[in-house]
């Protein structure tokens, strides 16, 4: 229990939906449906599922950029502080804040276009109000350098930059306050091929030095899995695996799971790719199917599978929410 | 050459929002003109003192609706000279139509000196002067002549720049700190607040402007003094104007509060504060700005209106539209159409401020080159 830095307990988060002219609450969409998991200090564990399926919400909910409507996060950080992150004030979130991250998904929304990427890197720094200026000044050289940002950059603003450049310069931001857990949030899916591997070296050698934990979020397998040690799949806005990283890739567990991963592109032409297509769309989620949510795309779905919803269970480390978990032999990724 | 073109971008790169604004509002021809005279239009507001040969209320003894003075280059023998002189004025009587009229004096002529003494007057109301930046010795000069009361036209012009210019700035104050609370309030917080704050726009918005202000201010007693008058016409001008500003900010406000970059901001520990003025305003002020420049003519123009219109300011204070009200009748068109002069005033500082304004929103947004 104690080597987890983040437990996170039941997180829901539901966006209520208006309509009409006097704002009537008609529905609500669960984004993220009773949600728990561990992430253990050190890893890098992968969040998947395609788009809708309330990652990025989860990452944002448990950073407390959007409050959640229910549940419960628990930071156990390296100096033995236990911290409820929901039901800290103001001034403790704030204290707190330096030591969780974040990195964007998109590098050219997430940099001010008015600041100098000094001052951006800094603003954690100089928000905190910890530092004299010339430690703030030599921590920002210090951590441009580890991203690989030329130190005469620091100078300029963002529209200098192109997309890759601009991502270490949301890592450095991240990283300028020594955090112990930084939540990526499709942090690479923006980037060109060639670049992503380079930004996705970046956060491993910075993972090494500084000895960080990562939620690395994303809807490209592949990705998750250069970088991860265990991955989540998520499915509207709940868990349906979860397992180390080689479990999952061998012996994957749910339907979802082997059609996304049928569907990672193979870089080498002569191999042959085996897509599962999925049938329809993701479901509206102001509006979700009885029983398991991913009965009506699934190609093994059974009657049970209608009415009742199955629940996460636990295989030894790997996590399954499907009736027919034991049952079935389900393609392993091609690599493996 | 290559280390040129290294060096430009290596500025590019570096250059601040203001700068990049500026290299830009720089290749724009008539906002330079437009800035250039505005700087004359402001530097003439700063010292009227200096500039007009006589004060605002001085007459000129006898000489009613004088004409414009006669300029010429020449010296005593007839010959080209730099140093203008002026002819004096006779009066005579026409024979035919039994008219008084000013006839120019050739035997009356006098040199025209510039840094004369004149007038004695205090600037800003303490610093005693009384050098004129141009005069003559015996006698008076009329630039562009006299009003009915043989007040000199051109230094009331330059005076009543003062008051229009000011009245428009202390008016678009007003309107700027209303439109940044209301546009501000409404979009940072959204839901009913923003409901209640948009639909207080439209209402003031859909009244027409010009019945409203005639309305207030034909509610201003009669009894208040010119400068109350004053004040009060600047506060109109403020609670009325600020529609446009607040709906800018506001939707500037909107499209920003859910960008990564505030997220980001607000990750990083940074207070609402410092969101707000750190993150937030940076963002948006430079297309403020733009409206501010743009709505400028708007109220020098409702300024100059309701002072034609004889509801706005009053004499003794001097403005474009005080001077303007008092040219509005038939015997001025026909026989001193001099008075109607001050009129280039306004169209030249209204025009001066559409092309600021338009340099401006071309250059407001310096990311949008493609770099």
Redesign the interface.
């Known amino acids: 229990m104690e080597d987890n830095i983040l437990v996170v307990k039941n997180l829901s988060k539901e966006f209520p939906i208006y309509k009409g002219l006097l704002r009537k609450k008609s529905a609500t969409v669960k984004a993220v449906n009773d949600v728990s998991f561990e992430i253990k200090r050190g890893e890098t564990l992968g969040l998947v599922g395609e788009s809708g399926s309330g990652k990025t919400t989860l990452g ?1 909910l448990i ?1 407390r ?1 959007i409050e959640p409507t229910a549940g419960e996060v628990i930071y156990n950080f390296a100096d033995e502080t236990n911290v409820d992150f929901l039901k800290l004030n103001k001034k403790q ?3 707190t ?2 030591k969780i ?2 990195v ?3 590098p050219y ?8 990427v000094r001052d951006i890197i800094a ?2 720094l100089v ?2 109000k910890t530092m004299s200026r010339s430690e703030i000044d030599n921590r920002v050289r210090e951590i441009a350098d580890l991203c690989k940002l030329n130190l005469e950059h620091l ?3 963002p ?2 930059f192109s997309g890759g450049q601009r991502q270490r310069i ?1 890592i450095a ?1 991240a990283l300028a306050v020594n955090p112990e857990f930084v939540v990526c949030d499709e942090s690479v899916s923006a980037l060109d091929v060639s670049v992503q591997a380079e930004i996705i070296n970046l956060f491993k050698e910075m993972q090494a030095i500084k000895d960080i934990t990562y939620l690395f979020i994303a809807h490209d397998l592949s990705i998750v899995e250069h970088i991860s040690d265990r991955i989540i799949v998520m499915y509207l806005g709940q868990i349906v695996e979860e397992a180390d990283k080689r479990t999952l890739f061998e012996n994957p567990m749910h339907p979802y799971t082997e059609a996304l991963m049928s569907a990672i592109p193979e870089p080498d032409p002569l191999r042959k790719m085996a897509p599962i297509f999925l049938e329809g769309e993701i479901p509206n989620p102001m509006n979700l199917p009885t029983g398991c949510y991913f009965h009506p795309r699934c190609h093994y779905a059974t009657e049970k599978c209608k009415k009742e919803m199955p629940c996460l269970r636990c295989f030894g480390n790997h996590k399954v929410a499907c009736h027919r978990a034991e049952e079935l032999h389900l393609k392993q990724y091609i690599k493996y | 050459m290559k280390k040129q073109d290294e060096n430009a971008k290596l500025k ?6 203001w700068q990049l604004i500026w290299w830009r509002f720089r290749k724009h021809r008539l906002s330079i003109v437009g800035m250039t005279i505005l700087g004359i239009f402001i530097i003439f507001a700063l010292f009227p003192e200096f500039f007009a040969p006589y004060s605002a209320t001085d007459r000129n003894g006898e000489s009613i609706l004088c004409p414009p003075s006669k300029i010429v280059f020449k010296n005593a023998e007839g010959g080209f000279s730099l140093a203008p002189q002026v002819y004096g004025f006779k009066r005579e009587r026409n024979r035919e139509t039994l008219k008084m009229e000013y006839v120019v004096d050739e035997s009356n002529i006098q040199p025209l000196k510039f840094f004369v003494k004149g007038e004695k007057y205090k600037l800003f109301g303490f610093l005693p002067g009384s050098i004129h930046l141009y005069g003559v010795d015996n006698g008076f000069v009329h630039l562009w002549g006299t009003d009915t009361m043989a007040r000199d036209i051109f230094s009331r012009t330059i005076f009543a720049t003062r008051s229009s210019l000011s009245i428009g700035i202390l008016g678009l104050m007003i309107a700027f700190i209303i439109g940044l609370l209301i546009g501000g309030v409404s979009g940072y917080f959204g839901g009913w607040v923003d409901n209640f704050f948009q639909r207080l726009t439209e209402f003031i918005r859909s009244i027409p402007t010009y019945p409203l202000w005639m309305g207030v201010a034909a509610a201003m007693p009669r009894e208040w003094g010119p400068k109350t008058v004053y004040f009060m016409m600047t506060i109109i001008l403020g609670f009325i104007g600020w529609t446009t500003l607040a709906r800018r900010i506001r939707s500037q406000i909107i499209s920003i509060r859910e ?3 505030i ?9 609402d504060m ?1 969101i707000i003025f750190k ?1 937030m305003i ?2 948006f002020i430079s297309y403020v700005i733009v409206d501010l420049t743009i709505s400028f003519p708007n109220m020098i123009l409702s300024e100059t209106s309701l002072s034609f219109l004889g509801l706005g300011l009053r004499p003794p204070v001097t403005s474009w539209g005080v001077l303007l009200r008092s040219a509005q009748n038939l015997n001025s068109i026909v026989n001193s159409p001099w008075m109607f002069i001050p009129a280039i005033f306004v169209i030249l500082a209204v025009l001066s401020f559409s092309f600021v304004g338009d340099g401006l929103r071309d250059a407001a947004d310096p ?1 949008s080159e493609k ?1």
Do not use: I, W
């Open positions: 944002r950073l950029a979130l704030k204290k804040r330096t991250q974040m964007f998904q998109d929304s997430s940099l001010n276009p008015r600041m100098t603003e954690t928000a905190n100078r300029r603003f529209h200098a949301g931001r | 590019y790169y570096t250059a601040s929002q960008a990564d970059f997220v980001a901001a607000k990750l990083c520990g940074a207070s410092r993150h940076p963002t990311y770099s």
